[in-house]
Every structure is written in C-alpha cells, then in structure tokens.
Antibody, heavy 119, light 107 residues
C-alpha cells in the first residue's frame, strides 16, 4: 500500500525558514518523480515543485515561479524521503502542503501539513 | 504557464442527476489532463487521467472526455458521496497547473 506522510509544518515568522519532509513507502521511491502541491485556506490547488525519479535525470528539479529562488526540493532515496526547504517565507505561503507521487497525474497524496506564516 | 479554466465554479444538483464540468486550457495539452475530487479537510483523490482513463477503483459513473483545449468530467448519476470539489490539472509540462475548482453542492 502506497503511503505518504508529511511532517515539519508549523508557525513561522515572515522571512523565516522551514523544512518539510515526506516519508514514502509502498512503492519504489527512488525511481518515482515526486511533487509538492499546496492549498491556501479556502483556496484551490497550486503545484509548487517537482523532482524527477532516478531513472530519468538525476535530481532534475522544477519550481513554480511563485517559489523559485526561495524553495528547494530534494530527496534522500536511502531514507525514502522527500524534502522541501522553504526560505524567506511570506504570508502568502500559508497553506496546507501536500506531497504527491508524480506520474504527471498525481496518483497518490499525503494527508498534508499546515504551514502558517505570521508574526 | 498554461492556464486552466473550469466552469461552473459552483454547481447545485440532486442525487441521481447527470452533471458535467468543463475545463479549458489556454493552449493545447493533447490529452494530458487529470481530474481530482477533494472533500473538506482531505487530500485530493485522482479520478481520471489522460483525459478519459478511469483510475483503478473509481466508480464507472465518472467519465472524462476531450482533447486539445476542451475537456469534460461527467458524473452519470450523482450519489451522496459525490458532493465535493473537483479540479482539473494539466501535466503536459512543468509547471503543472490546476483549474480553480468546481464545488458540487446538494440542491
């Protein structure tokens, strides 16, 4: 059974940093592309970042314009874990952050972790 | 980025109704389109991919059609469990983009 479990969310001040983690199980993590998607309170879904699986291009990474230069996606295949390092956080980054297994379509999602950026 | 526009934003319907949601892309995306269902406080669930392929385990009352720039999601006979918000997503290229969502409400 595929499972994705996010952690690391919380309250952070504007300008601060946070690192999200997503522990994966039930599939071959190393060869799977992965993405982060967020959802601001009461709003729709926004794709944030993606990383390729190891059988394509090693750690090719992709970002939405809204986070480029501030967020960094990475993965540790030995730990079956996906990360999202978020720096220079803004109030508009407040959202539930989901990790998802990425086959173009996002076929499995975690339960999400809430990030609140506020002073 | 490719813009995705869903209509309507809200849809009121009754159990047993047939409903259709439309998604339009700002440029051609071939058939690289997925549909998701999301209930309050839950993660989205994949329903359909490649415009018309039903994800395993999804009831056959859900169907998708279209290619190029115009796509539809149809629910043939609404069940109580279907009242939720639905999103389309293009995945022809990064950045992936989603429609703004269609909230399906009970009439």
């Amino acid at each position: 059974e595929v499972q994705l479990l996010e952690s690391g969310g919380g309250l952070v001040q504007p300008g601060g940093s946070l690192r999200l983690s997503c522990a994966a199980s039930g599939f071959t993590f190393s060869s799977s592309a992965m993405s982060w998607v967020r959802q601001a309170p009461g709003k729709g879904l926004e794709w944030v970042s993606g990383v390729s699986g190891s059988d394509v291009n090693v750690d090719s990474t992709y970002y939405a314009d809204s986070v480029k230069g501030r967020f960094t996606i990475s993965r540790d295949n030995s730990m079956n874990t996906l990360y999202l390092q978020m720096n220079r956080l803004r109030a508009e980054d407040t959202a539930v952050y989901y990790c998802a297994k990425d086959m173009g379509r996002l076929d499995y999602w975690g339960q999400g972790t809430l990030v609140t950026v506020s002073s | 980025d490719i813009q995705m526009t869903q209509s309507p934003s809200t849809l009121s319907a009754s159990v047993g109704d047939r409903v259709t949601i439309t998604c339009r892309a700002s440029q051609t995306i071939s058939s690289w389109l997925a549909w998701y269902q999301q209930k309050p406080g839950k993660a989205p669930k994949l329903l359909i991919y490649k415009a018309s392929t039903l994800e395993s385990g999804v009831p056959s009352r859900f169907s998708g059609s279209g290619s190029g720039t115009e796509f539809t999601l149809t629910i043939s006979s609404l069940q109580p469990d279907d009242f939720a918000t639905y999103y389309c997503q293009q995945y022809t290229t990064y950045s992936y983009t989603f429609g703004q969502g269609t909230k399906l409400e009970i009439k």
